[in-house]
């Protein structure tokens, strides 16, 4: 196992569309999973798509920690979770805007709109077909996640330029940090 570097921002691995995975016994595919468990681990973020470790394809792990999911989704955290091929499917128009930052374009972080509830589904390192509903940061986090594999990284769904920036100047400005919502902890550690 090893620890993987991440691309960053401007690198063309993040700006193109990731091809599906298609042969799930893929013996190369389980040692990459791994290896992104272990850089996600050893980078403190949430979540990690393959594109970010320079392999385009469309992989994405990530979790929520019990405490990120209380407001939105009773509380429950989700596990590892593997996704191959994972797709998502909006449920209603409702979105929010809240602080998000990217493994890919690290020290910054800005507010990004997504939908506030989703459905999505993914086949797992078994082959076998998955499905979950989820909302709030759940639900950010996995659209954040899915976005990498379309070459999209959130400061391009950002529209208020004047709520990005350097992490640790926004998080002294609390009146920027509360002007949206501010339901994540904004101490720079949840990156995806
Ligand atoms: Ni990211």
Excluded at 86 to 96: F, L
Excluded at 163 to 176: C, K, P, Q, R, T
Aim: a negative charge; charged letters at 25%.
């Amino acid at each position: 196992m090893s620890i993987l570097k991440i691309a960053r921002m401007g690198h063309p691995v993040l700006h193109q569309t990731a091809t599906p995975v298609t042969d799930y016994k893929d013996p190369e595919l389980s040692p990459l999973i791994e290896d992104m468990i272990q850089t996600l681990r050893d980078s403190g973020g949430i979540g990690l798509a393959a594109p970010q470790v320079h392999v385009p394809k469309r992989i994405v792990i990530f979790f929520i920690p019990e405490d990120r999911s209380a407001k939105e989704d009773a509380g429950i955290g989700v596990d590892l979770t593997v996704m191959l091929n994972p797709e998502i499917q909006y449920v209603g128009s409702e979105t929010n805007v809240d602080w998000e930052a990217c493994l890919s374009v690290p020290g910054l972080m800005g507010a990004v709109e997504r939908y506030s509830h989703i459905k999505y589904s993914w086949v797992d390192i078994r082959g076998v077909k998955q499905e979950r509903e989820a909302m709030g940061f759940h639900a950010r986090a996995v659209q954040h996640e899915c976005d990498h594999l379309d070459g999209k990284l959130c400061p391009m769904r950002m529209d208020d330029f004047e709520a990005f920036g350097f992490s640790d100047e926004i998080n002294g400005n609390a009146e920027l940090v509360n002007k949206y919502r501010g339901s994540l902890p904004n101490d720079g550690t949840l990156e995806s």
